[in-house]
Each structure stands twice: as structure tokens, then as C-alpha cells.
């Protein structure tokens, strides 16, 4: 049953007509639970608030599968503006984005293009950007285009995801870049050709791809909600003296908020990842799917108003 909810929350994820309807009709449906409101303003307020409890955050202007050049650079640009809010606010932000909102689907140029103009204006504010991954037919072009910018700037990472057959792989000729990277378990709906079908067997891969990265000697951001990972993760620090300042852990916005802040006080550095923007739909709909729970959560929220 739940991964029947699963499947279908994922197909609704990737359905346009339904997206634009979402994006006519502003955040509803309980979506401001994980989405911190539509505007930059709306946002930075979000951001002061979870700083204010040493919560760091990465920064998202939802937006993804654009299809056009004029839409693609427009994304890019509003990505500019909250650089620019978080240097001028002085934000303890990063950014997170998604190549297929900067225009990977339509050529290698624009998304290069808008890319560089990006990380430009975040090494101006002293701002780190991560490239999320997407899903698995974007996955060797988002770690080419990562490969690149990598080459031209310091303040780029990029992520892996944990249920993908190809990811140890990834980590391995990933190192000589010693790149930042953010590990998570996957979040599209992926065939068992490319992708774990068991949960037990992501976990197993995610375990195995947080060692290797962290005694590679890089930077690692441990992405998840799951208690299992979290302490696997602080026993392995622990046993291999790792420093505070190599890893990380993450979550999103509006989940398990309680435990970011426990994290905080047991002396871990928790980074939040907050999207705003109008294009919540998509994402929106991969949290329902992660969580049946989410549902009810979202249902009770129609009923009340
Ligand atoms: P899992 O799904 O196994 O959940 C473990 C436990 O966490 C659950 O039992 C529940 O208690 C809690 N939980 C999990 N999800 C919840 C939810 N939605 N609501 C409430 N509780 C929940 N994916 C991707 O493909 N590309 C990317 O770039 C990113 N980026 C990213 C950034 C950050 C900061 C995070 C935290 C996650 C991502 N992800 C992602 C999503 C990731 O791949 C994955 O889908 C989710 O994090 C859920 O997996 P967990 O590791 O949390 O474990």
C-alpha cells in the first residue's frame, strides 16, 4: 500500500497541466508545512528564524523541467536575487538548485551559461551552491556539468543518491574533485534496471557511501531523516576522529524540526534545506510520497479551513 502511495505521489510529482494549475493557484494544500512562502521576503524571515536557533540552511527558488530558454534565465536570475538577500542580510545560507530549472533539458550552453553567472555572484557573497541531483536520465549530465563548473570555481557541489546501482561508482571517480557532496537516499521513482528496489538495500548503500566519502577526506553532507543513518554516521566520526568541520547533516524544511534543533544542542552542525518560490508543486508532492503520514497531515489541514 504505502508503495502504491509512493508511486503515485511520484507520478503526480512530474505531471505539467497539474503543476501549472498548482502554480496559478498559490501555495495550498498544506504545502506551506514544507515550503517557506513564495517570495524572497517571505523566505530571509524564514531563514532569521532558523539562524536565530543556529539552524544553518541552504536556500532553494524551487523550479524544474523547464522547457524554455526565457524561463530558465529567469530562474537563474531570481536565484541571483537571493544571493544576493542572503550576502546582504548576512545569512547563514548556502543555495541548493536544480539543473533542469537552469536549462539542462534545452542545451548544454544555457544551463552552463546560467550556471557561471550564478556561481559568479555567490563567490562575490561568499556563498556555497548545491546542485541537486534529479532523476536518473539527468544523472550523468548533472555530474558532467558539475565536472566543469568544478574545474572554474570552489563554491560547487553537487548530490548523490544512495538507491542508485551506479552511485560507488560515482564516489570513487568523484574524489579526484574533491568535491562537497551532499548523500541521500534518492527521491524519484527510479526502475529496479538503474535503482534498489529494497529499502534495507539503500540503506545498506547509503552506510557504505557516507564511509567512503568521509575517509576519502571530504566534505560530507549526511542528508536524512532517519535515525538508523543519523547514528550510524556520529559512531563513525566518532571511531575515525573526524572533525565537526568535515561533515555535516541536513534535513528539510518543515520535517522532524525537532530533531534539527536536539542535533544542534548535542553539538552538530545541522544545515536546513528551505525552497520557496512559486513552483512548489513538484516538490511538494516527492514529500508526500516519501511519507503516507503527510497525507493525513495535509487532509486534516483541507477539512479545518
Ligand atoms: P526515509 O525516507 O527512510 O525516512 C526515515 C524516517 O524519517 C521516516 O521513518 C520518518 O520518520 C522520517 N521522514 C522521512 N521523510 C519524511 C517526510 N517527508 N515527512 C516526515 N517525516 C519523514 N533527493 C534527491 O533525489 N535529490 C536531491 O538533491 C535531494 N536533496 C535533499 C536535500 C536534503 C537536505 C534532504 C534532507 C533530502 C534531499 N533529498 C534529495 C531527498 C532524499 O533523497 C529522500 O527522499 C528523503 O530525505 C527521505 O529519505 P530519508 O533519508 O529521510 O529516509
Not at 41 to 60: G, H, M, R
Amino acid at each position: 500500500m504505502e508503495q502504491l502511495m509512493r508511486n503515485f505521489f511520484l507520478f503526480l510529482s512530474k505531471n505539467k497541466p497539474l503543476t501549472k494549475v498548482a502554480r496559478k493557484y498559490g501555495l495550498k494544500f498544506g504545502a506551506s508545512r514544507f515550503v517557506a512562502g513564495e517570495s524572497i521576503t517571505q523566505a530571509v524571515k524564514t531563514i532569521k528564524e532558523l539562524n536565530s536557533k543556529n539552524l544553518s540552511v541552504t536556500l532553494d527558488y524551487l523550479g524544474e523541467f523547464v522547457d524554455n530558454e526565457v524561463e530558465a534565465n529567469l530562474i537563474a536570475d531570481h536565484s541571483i536575487l537571493a544571493i544576493e538577500a542572503i550576502g546582504k542580510e548576512k545569512l547563514n545560507s548556502q543555495l541548493s538548485l536544480k539543473l533542469t530549472s537552469m536549462g539542462l533539458d534545452i542545451s548544454e550552453e544555457v544551463v552552463i551559461n546560467n550556471m557561471r553567472r550564478i556561481l559568479k555572484a555567490a563567490k562575490e557573497h561568499d556563498v556555497f551552491v548545491t546542485i541537486d541531483m534529479e532523476d536518473y536520465s539527468r544523472c550523468q549530465k548533472t555530474i558532467d556539468v558539475f565536472k566543469k563548473l568544478r574545474k572554474e570555481f570552489d563554491n560547487v557541489g553537487t548530490v548523490i543518491q544512495a538507491y542508485l546501482y551506479r552511485t560507488v561508482k560515482d564516489i570513487e571517480e568523484l574524489n579526484e574533485y574533491k568535491p562537497n557532496l551532499r548523500l541521500v537516499k534518492g527521491a524519484y521513482k527510479e526502475a529496479a534496471e538503474v535503482a534498489f528496489p529494497m529499502k534495507k538495500d539503500v540503506d545498506e548503500n547509503f552506510k557504505n557511501i557516507i564511509k567512503m566519502h568521509l575517509l576519502n577526506g571530504n566534505f560530507t553532507a549526511v542528508a536524512t531523516h532517519d535515525d538508523e543513518m543519523i547514528e550510524y554516521t556520529k559512531r563513525l566520526v566518532k571511531k575515525h576522529h573526524i572533525k565537526q568541520e568535515q561533515f555535516e547533516f541536513q534535513m528539510l524544511y518543515g520535517i522532524r524540526s525537532e530533531r534539527q534543533e536536539e542535533l544542534v544542542k548535542e553539538g552538530y552542525a545541522m544545515r536546513v534545506y528551505v525552497p520557496f518560490g512559486t513552483d512548489w508543486y513538484g516538490y511538494f508532492m516527492r514529500r508526500l510520497g516519501e511519507r503516507p503520514a503527510n497525507v493525513a497531515f495535509v487532509l486534516k489541514g483541507i477539512f479545518k479551513k
